[in-house]
């Protein structure tokens, strides 16, 4: 059992919790994810590491409440205790050798990519961090990434706070100013993903991707989360757990994994709505 020792409501919809979980937390990295059941008879889920405090012994989670899972958890308050917490999994992203880096980080992706600039930060790197967010109610996380950006962008699409647009807004204004980067990081919905790649591929840039597809296992065995990557004209099936989550963004069939990522939607929404009616019969 793995005890909450904070819960902290980011906003509405995305919760950070603090979980005592001393073996991942003396082996994390930045860009690795854990995979947790809320309870004994509950489904497993993959949530990417936020943080981690080797001497507390406790690993930050930050989640999304969507589906049945992330509602169940939400549901635990401080003190209480989770059945799982199983990882580090995954390979962590490669910093070494980085000096000068943008973080493009969209929605809830955000959680992931505030490890890697903090990392990048504490090598010295000159970190460009775009952080982007439907509107102003639902931004998280922009006080840490002051913290640890050399250059910060903060937009909304509706313009209700920081600058109107997308996140490759800037990050083309940048690119065609001739600003240069080591590397370019983008973490966040598939689609953001994909167009974030598209702006930088022109500059021949590395552009690193991190892949959160459907996981089951999260060693490979079940095959939930390949990916297919297009390499020197030829398809290769790689799984997100065991070979990822980061990819070269300009190999990544992002059409087919948004297709599949879609699968399970309806399935996903029934789940979560007889969850919330479980839970409300439970407190009545």
């Known amino acids: 059992m793995y005890k909450i020792l904070r819960k902290e409501s980011l906003n509405p919809t995305v919760t950070l919790m603090e979980i005592e979980a001393p073996f991942v937390a003396a082996k994390a990295q930045a860009g690795q994810f854990i ?79 505030l490890p890697i600039a903090q990392k990048l930060h504490e090598m010295g790197a000159h970190v460009t961090s775009i952080i982007g967010f439907r509107s102003k109610d639902i931004v998280i996380l922009e006080d840490e990434f002051k913290k640890v950006s050399d250059v910060l962008h903060v937009m909304t699409d509706d313009g209700s706070y920081g600058r109107q647009g997308n996140v490759c807004v800037p990050l083309k204004e940048m690119l065609d100013a001739g600003v240069g980067f080591d590397e370019v990081i983008t973490i966040g919905p598939l689609i953001m993903m994909k167009f974030v790649v598209e702006a930088v591929r022109p500059t021949g840039i590395p552009c690193t991707v991190s892949m959160n597809p459907i996981m089951i296992d999260g060693t490979g ?23 990822g989550p980061d990819f070269n963004g300009y ?22 709505e007889d969850t919330c009616n479980l839970f409300s019969k439970e407190v009545k």
């Open 251 to 272: 190999e990544v069939d992002f059409d087919e994994a948004m297709s599949r990522a879609v699968m399970y939607k309806d399935f996903e929404r029934h789940a979560y």
């Open 35 to 113: 995979i947790l059941r809320v309870d004994g008879e509950g489904e497993r889920i993959p949530l990417t590491v936020a943080g981690y405090d080797r001497e507390k012994g406790s690993v930050t989670i930050i989640f999304q409440i969507v589906g049945a899972t992330t509602y169940a958890l939400n549901q635990k308050n401080e003190g209480e205790y989770i059945s799982d917490f199983v990882g580090p999994l995954g390979v962590a992203t490669k910093l070494d050798g980085l000096k000068r880096v943008c973080i493009v980080g969209g929605g809830v992706g955000c959680a992931i990519a």
């Open 221 to 243: 065995m079940c095959g939930g989360c390949r990916l297919t990557l297009n390499r020197d004209g030829e398809k290769i099936t790689k799984f997100a757990c065991v070979d």
